[in-house]
């Protein structure tokens, strides 16, 4: 972190704008968003690493202090690893898998998202290695930035900095705590021994962090340039108390939430904003959701007050309240310019949750215009994720390697300097920016997935690597965004989101096909409107060498009563050859051939590999 602190049928006219459909491939944006977290793993990488152009990073975490801290993840563009905002990715990507593992199960992300969150947790595990003792940094944010080094090349300080009882943290502890548990919950059916290992971890956390109070920053001082504690720890103390509810049905934490939800401001701060900082407006929203299961009991005048807050925060989402969010006038939520993505996607997933939960207790949202449906939660939801993806002024997707518009001058160490696998010349500390950092060109790694900063409050970008506070990615931008695109790929089944959490146990990742795929049929996701038709199916396959082999054929059909050009496809998890496309960049368009597709006609290409169909979407096109 470098901080202080669509279109329906075309008119008349060609239309140029990518994304211009009014239509998203969620499910594919979901996979890159899993994705992006790859790349920002320290440590030794395991053999079914996707992200192939990084490698080992960061093998003496903790050597000097004695502990074991190799692991892990950069937070951001730089090499260090905090634990505050790391704790928060992993209890906000646990409460997206806990919300939303079943559709995710549906995409077959289920597998990639839990080891995203395993990652992390091996490494709390790590640095929690006695009960009062915790390692909230590793690396230091000054020595860091005054070097631009792959994560492989590092030669800036990596001490270790912890919080214990004459140093306490309670916000990092608390924090801390909340991650274990979610991710408890997480791991409940498919890895029991795991998550009564990290439910373990979650009550020792609490209670260092309730017991020996103080905020971390004060005890971590080197973090205070970076990731300052502001709100204080009381709204850590009383989330990771919601969790532990959540994840153990003990009765000890729901009481902590009703004796000390006056006290600690759970009940008293009307939030317009949550993130790794400010927890409020999470605590609120899970108690609100304990409210309406029944579970409040005596405490039920205080959880409603709880509530109430919680209303407050959803309605000034929707502009319906009495102090309402800023916005952009392309229609973006803003508070701030520096990184304003993370509060764009954390509030957006609260916001869908809260809309979820009152679809299941048949509840309205009471806002001082007036109640308001639940579906106007998710609709403002789905308004920041298309917004995210490149439905806005400029047409620019805010996620890396999602359409052809997107940031190619990313403010990453990693991803814009040569892969070490490429080159494995050493660039030292100052080198980096005098030849990578200053260059004018598209970063050499592609940082698939990455949810940058994003644009001012005027709808204003500059994709430039220097400008940090808008082209900056993080990984508490693309946490929230598991449970969101999850539920917005899949739509609701009507299952009750107030029914006891069950995530379902993951089909391995790597698993090869045990039977042939079925012959699919896909659509243009704008069915109803694109002038473009997709059909996509098996023709034939083979075994060789004890591995199945599948050619898939895909036509493609031009539907409109105008010629197609200009087209751009999206294809992920391909595996193998194509023929019959050219590829230019991450996007596929006619072969060399054809410029053209005429009214009524259709292009067939095919592709081969030992996996099931790959997604092909379309990107772009003009129709003249």
């Known amino acids: 972190m470098e901080k202080s602190m669509s279109m329906a049928p075309l008119l008349l006219m060609v239309l140029c704008l990518p994304f211009a459909l009014g239509w998203h491939d969620y499910n594919q944006a979901l996979s890159k968003s899993i994705l992006f977290f790859e790349a920002q793993r320290s440590g030794y990488l395991p053999h079914n690493q996707r992200v192939t152009w990084r490698a080992n990073s960061g093998l003496n975490d903790g050597k000097a202090s004695g502990v074991d801290l190799v692991g892990g993840y950069y937070d951001a563009g730089d090499n260090v690893k905090f634990g505050l905002p790391m704790a928060f990715t992993i209890t906000m990507m646990s409460w997206s898998i806990i919300e939303y593992g079943k559709p995710m199960a549906a995409n077959g992300e289920l597998g990639h998202a839990m080891e995203a969150v395993k990652w992390g947790t091996d490494y709390l595990i790590k640095a929690h290695p006695e009960p009062y003792v915790l390692y909230g940094e590793v690396g230091d944010g000054n020595t860091d930035h005054y070097c631009w080094q792959r994560p492989e090349d590092m030669t800036t300080d990596r001490h ?81 108390a919601a969790w532990l509810y959540q994840a153990s049905n003990n009765q000890y934490y729901l009481n902590y939430l009703g004796k000390n939800g006056d006290s600690m401001g759970g009940t008293g701060w009307a939030m317009t904003e949550f993130g790794w900082d400010v927890k409020y407006a999470g605590v609120q929203t899970l108690v609100a959701k304990f409210l309406m299961q029944g579970k409040a009991g005596m405490h039920a005048p205080v959880f409603e007050r709880y509530h109430q807050k919680a209303e407050h925060f959803m309605c000034s989402l929707i502009g319906k309240g009495t102090r309402n969010v800023q916005k952009t006038p392309g229609g973006l939520m803003f508070r701030q310019r520096w990184n304003n993505m993370q509060f764009v996607t954390s509030a957006s997933f609260l916001a869908t949750v809260y809309s979820d939960y009152l679809v299941s207790s048949r509840g309205t949202l009471r806002c001082a215009a007036g109640n308001v449906a639940p579906t106007q939660l998710l609709s403002f939801a789905k308004s920041q994720v298309d917004y995210l993806l490149g439905d806005n002024p400029r047409g620019t997707s805010y996620m890396v390697g999602y359409g052809n518009n997107f940031p190619r001058q990313v403010h990453h160490r990693g991803s814009s300097i040569v892969s070490i696998k490429v080159d494995s010349k050493f660039i030292a500390c100052r080198q980096g920016y005098a030849a990578w950092y200053t260059r004018k060109a598209s970063d050499p790694n592609v940082l698939t997935g990455a949810v940058v900063g994003g644009p001012d409050a005027y709808d204003n970008f500059a994709d430039e690597r220097d400008n940090y506070e808008q082209t900056e990615p993080a990984t508490y931008n693309n946490a929230p965004l598991f449970g969101i695109l999850a539920r917005l790929g899949s739509g609701h089944s009507g299952y009750n989101q107030l029914l006891p959490e069950a995530v379902p146990v993951p089909k391995p990742v790597a698993a090869k096909p045990k039977a042939e795929p ?107």
């Open 160 to 240: 270790a900095y912890r919080i214990d009882p004459s140093n306490p943290g309670s916000d990092l502890a608390g924090e801390t705590a909340a991650a274990m548990a979610a991710a408890s919950i997480v791991f409940r059916r498919s890895n029991p021994a795991y998550s009564s290992e990290l439910l373990h971890h979650a009550y020792q956390l609490f209670d260092f962090a309730d017991k020996y109070k103080g905020k971390y920053d004060s005890s971590i001082t080197v973090a205070q340039k970076y990731y300052r504690s502001v709100s204080g720890y009381n709204d850590e103390l009383l989330w990771a």
């Open 518 to 624: 079925k012959a699919k049929s896909t659509l243009n996701p704008a069915t109803t409107s694109s002038p473009i038709f997709i059909q996509q199916k098996m023709a034939t396959s083979w075994n060789e060498k004890g591995r199945t082999y599948y050619r898939y054929s895909i036509v493609m059909t031009n539907t409109s009563s105008k010629t197609l050009k200009d087209l751009k496809l999206s294809i992920s998890k391909l595996y193998g050859p194509i023929w019959g496309l050219t590829k230019s960049g991450n996007s596929y368009g006619f072969p060399t051939y054809l410029n053209s597709l005429p009214a009524g006609k259709s292009l067939e290409f095919v592709y081969i590999h030992a996996a099931s169909p790959a997604d092909v979407s379309v990107s772009s096109y003009n129709l003249a």
